[in-house]
């Protein structure tokens, strides 16, 4: 019994002649009779009746039809849900990140994402921690996670898409604003700072910089995110040591000064596999990607 018996035998039962799937399908009426025939031989029961002006199904036929009938409907939808899959036309991406991120890294890229693949559900969840996105990419809860890049992870992999420059933001009225550009040693000298938060990995790869150019900063203020950190900076608040990100030259009231002694922000995706991502999955990050090499797209 094959998965053609069975389409053939549903066909036979709907039109009622064997000459008339024979027609639809090009064949033999002969070819189509050995479909049925061959069914017949495995159920050990007749499927058609044949009468004057074609054939149709017994009692036992109608049970099959039956039953074929809805596995083929789900065989087939099931068969188009792969080739959208394939194609990356449907399914869904769960990434790991929070606004900060999709304000400044991605905006772009989901719009021009969910214009080419208007089938595809996205979900943004935030983590708490980049071992927290670990656990959630080994487990196969997410998809990607956007993570500042660290040390190796056993069982994950990390792509490199970014590399941020330290900025200094402070208030467009405070003295340093008007600067070109900033020492590292001038921050460490008296100068109190927001703080990033102190688990997260940018924070220390901050001052493992810090600590290469034998300098410290010092503290007066704690906030849970970059996007904080500025808002205290415009307000006059204090001044914070941020990554340089998407669309903050322009913000008003806030001056953004390179501090170019810092090494650099790696940042980028986590994947448990890059080869066993999703089509929509790999989609999603190469369109992030694309939009982080020609920013202003």
């Known amino acids: 019994m094959t998965l053609d018996d069975l389409r053939v035998f549903v066909a036979v039962c709907r039109a009622g002649s064997l000459s008339a799937v024979a027609r639809e399908l090009g064949c033999t009426q002969s070819a189509v009779s050995q479909h049925v025939k061959r069914l017949e031989r495995e159920t050990g029961v007749a499927l058609v009746e044949r009468q004057p002006r074609g054939v149709v199904p017994t009692a036992a036929g109608r049970v099959l039809e039956a039953a074929a009938s809805e596995g083929i409907s789900g065989l087939d939808l099931a068969v188009r849900q792969l080739r959208d899959l394939v194609d990356g036309a449907s399914g869904f991406v769960r990434v790991a990140t929070g606004a900060t991120t999709v304000r400044h890294f991605m905006g772009d890229a989901v719009v021009e994402f969910r214009r080419r693949h208007p089938r595809v559900n996205l979900e ?3 983590v708490s921690s980049g071992r927290g996105s670990f656990d959630a990419l080994a487990d196969g809860t997410l998809d990607l996670a956007w993570i ?28 340093l604003a ?35 150019l034998g300098v410290r900063f010092i503290y ?63 989609a999603f990050a190469d369109t992030v990607e694309r939009f982080r090499r020609t920013p202003g797209r």
Do not use: H, K, Y
């Open 124 to 126: 943004f969840r935030t």
């Open 148 to 175: 500042t890049l660290g040390p190796p992870v056993r069982g994950i992999e990390q792509r490199a898409v970014a590399e941020l420059p330290w900025v200094l933001a402070v208030r467009a009225d405070d003295p």
């Open 178 to 212: 008007g600067r070109e550009r900033l020492g590292v040693e001038e921050l460490a000298d008296g100068v109190r700072l927001i703080r990033l938060p102190p688990n997260s990995a940018s924070a220390a790869q901050l001052d493992a910089s810090c600590a290469e």
């Open 220 to 282: 007066d203020t704690n906030v849970a995110d970059w996007d904080t950190a500025l808002l205290l900076a415009e307000l006059g608040v204090g001044r914070a040591v941020v990554p340089e990100l998407s669309g903050l030259a322009t913000t008003a009231g806030l001056r953004l000064v390179p501090l170019p002694g810092l090494r650099a922000l790696p940042v980028g995706w986590a994947v448990r596999r890059w080869d066993a991502l999703s089509p929509p999955a790999r």
